[in-house]
């Protein structure tokens, strides 16, 4: 079929103001981070899983490729399609619904288009909680692409990913076959559990169209805590600490670097020092009960009892009082944007390790490009590091991109293979890690994920030049 | 080869005190039910991942089937061998050791043959907790075949199933290659998901050899209630009203029958009523903190808040007290096994539908098979029910197990079905419902199912006859 005969094909399916072509197709060719920019015969915008299937269905018939996209957040150009190749943007976001919503099962049935923002805010007015928390995109994010990133964010170390908060979910195979798994059991033994295939899979082996997410109760009490601390060790000791005195009360433990605060204040407004003296790191760490129990005793008698990592720290129960603090965890993204660009990192280790990953990469960083800044913050609780490197002159900055992106990397990566470590935590690897993580993954590992996209996706045309 | 080459050469892999073939074979070619029973070349004991490597390797070469076997007390019938075929049984009780302990991550890395009760005590002395939590059979499993089925148990509705309690596995494949996938992370989006294809594929993608573990901080608090309820209706609410006000403090919500205690009472010494009158349903359920705080005035307080379904309750904080109440849960099977033999049902439903499955099934068996004994009992808070049938006289009841189970599933399995449920929500398919499941399950889930088994199993040697 010609370009034109298929566009008309795609709008009987989905309607014509549901397919975009040419110049309006463009912005939803290009990624969040202005990175990766591509082509597509059109953007198709289903609003039923049927019509993704029928979309599908033409598509493998036309050998037409299928760049699957939500809210089109990916940080690794993971959603949007390549430079050159016949191929379809197919745009979740029409397929909006809360299909189902059970209280008494603590279960909710979303399509893959709701925003973040509003899966959260339904569960919230049916008095639950669905914990997935990106601090920057879930207003923007869509579920299906939260649940094909296995998004990650900042109560992982309490709830889990996204894979952990899902009971069923709904797939169009590449061939236009719809799966319907969406089940909503707490148990089910009865074969291989194909849905973790699915998530984190970055729509190369299937589009998920729908999900039975789980939910929680809603916490209802909480206690916030900015701490000073003297090094990442003494973070790493102060949440072994938390965790014995605390358990999983604790819903969210993130560390930023001094280089962090400093960009914040610079570029954010209305942001300030958390203490009257500037320190070196900083702690933001939660409590949260679902009982209406005081907790920030509790949490003074923690960090009371933790000796002298501990520089100085403030608490308080009240969510406008923490919401100063969170506003400097939640802007480090925007101010390293406003400051220019940097080559970043996102990279896990066992908890146990950040603080070696820290020194161990900080060191070869310094040694190899002197008068760089690191830029290092995140989800301690969970291992995870948002890891950016930069030169502080930004005609130098330039440069130093352009030459030394592959030399920073390699540091980078070989003191997170020393540890054990993996060079995507939670943004996946879309295109900008796909050649990478051959170099860092084990061959065996590499052949059965290509032996399932074989079997799943025969003509490879799932997501082309994403993962695999 | 021939057979007795095969011996001498798993003995020179193993030793010759780790293979037994002939009659001391045998007491491992039975399962724990005593319900199937098959053959083996040999039993073979490895004590290394390269020993199994080595094993299937020439297995693999001689085209010898390998039934992977731990603690052999599936209940299915998925850990032995079958009548006819070449095949040997792989039992891993003799790799037994806890390789790594990660207290700051919270993490352990334990060998496939580590008794469950042992991984519960290594992570007790060390101040964390393994929360697997099997009544019956945890002195006996192990972890490797724990994660094979996806073990669930009792507190499941606080921390998820056996296969939300790893971070890495070691497996090894059918072709004898060893995957080391035993990183110990939290977050790691780099590729698809591979660790759950193999828990829940019971031994029929390749071996589980070791897994890093998931740990939590120990819980310091408990209190125990045991509830009289006018009807599981009136639980399924408490149950929802529990989680409304107490959260996910709740660590168990079990529901035992009439039927169940009675039978109880009958064979096991030293069991009671929990009440000074006899009631049709009864509730156990606790509460857990990691704080040493009161929860028996929360529980009390949640339960007085609830209304009519309650009929009458007793709370405990002290273990000892609650563990009259739990012996009671402990020794249902136990009972039935004394009592005679049975139709055993492992079902689940969501778990706001867990009453109307018991009416419906009820309704639709006693219609058909006046005289049935029905004896309901299990995890409503994870709506998985253990519904067993049987005749109370013991003649009659011989003939009905014969004649009748058949038709008797198919009653069951319809409600379960009518109602999206799963026809195994804990134990697997194993042999025993490897039939049966084509009739339940879409055909294009078998189909990948079978298509993943063709990349990882391509010469079907992995644990025949079980689940696909």
């Known amino acids: 079929m010609k370009q034109n005969d298929l566009i008309s094909s795609w709008s009987v399916i989905v309607g014509n103001d549901a397919v975009l072509a040419g110049d309006a197709a463009a912005p939803y060719c290009t990624d969040w981070r202005g990175r990766y920019s591509g082509n597509a015969l059109a953007v198709v915008f289903p609003s039923k899983a049927q019509q993704v299937s029928e979309v599908m269905k033409l598509c493998a018939a036309n050998q037409v490729f299928i760049v699957p996209q939500g809210g089109n957040t990916s940080l690794c150009g993971g959603s949007v399609p390549l430079p050159q190749g016949k191929q379809i943007v197919l745009n979740l976001s029409r397929m909006n619904r809360i299909r189902a919503f059970d209280p008494i099962n603590y279960s909710m049935t979303a399509e893959a288009g709701c925003k973040l923002a509003d899966v959260r805010e339904a569960a919230e007015k049916n008095n639950s909680f669905f914990p997935l928390g990106l601090t920057v995109t879930q207003k923007y994010c869509e579920i299906g692409g939260n649940l094909s990133t296995n998004a990650g964010g ?29 089940r909503s059991l707490r148990k089910d033994n009865s074969g291989y559990d194909l849905k973790h295939l699915f998530i984190g899979a970055e729509g190369t082996l299937g589009i998920i169209t729908a999900a039975v997410l789980k939910l929680y109760p809603r916490p ?7 701490v000073a601390m003297r090094d990442p060790a003494a973070a790493v000791a102060l949440l072994s600490h938390l965790r014995a005195t605390c358990g999983d009360k604790i819903s969210a433990f993130e560390i930023i670097s001094r280089s962090c605060l400093d960009l914040v204040f ?7 020092e958390p203490f009257a003296a500037k320190y070196d790191w900083i702690v933001i760490t939660q409590l949260a009960d679902v009982l209406p129990v005081p907790l920030d005793a509790t949490l003074r008698d923690a960090l009371k009892s933790f000796g002298k990592g501990v520089i100085g720290f403030e608490i308080t129960p009240d969510k406008d009082h923490s919401e100063r603090w969170w506003k400097l965890r939640k802007n480090i993204s925007e101010a390293q944007k406003l400051e220019g660009i940097s080559i970043k990192h996102d990279l896990s280790v066992p908890v146990s390790r950040v603080a070696e990953f820290i020194v161990c990469a900080d060191a070869a960083l310094h040694n190899v490009f002197p008068g760089i800044r690191i830029v290092a913050f995140g989800h301690m609780g969970d291992g995870n590091i948002h890891y950016n490197i930069s030169m502080l002159d930004t005609k130098q900055n330039q440069a130093f991109m352009a030459q030394q992106e ?25 295109q900008l890690k796909r050649d990478t993580i051959r170099d860092y993954k084990d061959p065996l590992e590499l052949e059965l994920m290509r032996n399932i996209k074989q079997i799943l996706d025969p003509h490879g045309l799932m997501n082309p030049g994403k993962v695999l």
């Open 154 to 182: 900042i109560n992982v170390l309490r709830y889990g990913n996204a894979r952990d908060l899902v009971l069923g979910l709904e797939v169009v195979l590449p061939d236009g076959r719809i799966w319907n798994g969406l």
């Open 266 to 272: 610079k570029h954010i407004p209305d942001t300030r």
């Open 220 to 226: 209802q009490a909480e206690a916030t805590a900015c």
């Open 406 to 430: 592959a030399a920073v990397n390699k540091l980078v990566y070989a003191v997170v293979r020393d540890l054990n470590g993996s060079i995507s935590a939670e943004h996946g690897l879309g």
